[in-house]
């Protein structure tokens, strides 16, 4: 049996849950789904700049977890961004700090 996640300390509340292609109807697209603990990630480390091990000590998990997070949500932005497809932001586990 897999070790239970552990939850991951978010610093802030994204104010918008969706992103999508302009022009396109909603329900011809595609969509990725962005977890809120990901998203924290790409900003705290892209936005942020801040440094790895930094990082993860500020989402209250180790530097393999965070680099893994981070570049998981990297690849669903790509995905989404070359291919066209909406972002939905949802999920995941974390708790607001």
């Excluded at 509340?13 to 396109?24: C, I």
């Excluded at 801040?50 to 965070?66: D, G, K, L």
Aim: aromatic letters at 6%; charged letters at 25%; proline letters at 6%.
């Amino acid at each position: 049996m897999p070790r239970p996640m552990r939850c991951r300390a978010v610093g802030f509340a994204p104010g918008v849950s969706y992103f999508k292609p302009g022009g396109v109807p909603l329900y011809r697209l595609d969509e990725v789904i962005l977890h809120v603990d990901e998203l924290e990630a790409v900003r705290l480390s892209d936005l942020e700049g801040m440094q790895q091990e930094e990082c993860a000590r500020s989402m209250n998990i180790s530097q393999p977890t965070f680099h893994r997070t981070v570049r998981a949500a990297r690849k669903k932005i790509a995905d989404a961004i070359v291919k066209g497809k909406a972002i939905r932001i949802e999920g995941g586990n974390f708790a607001l700090v």
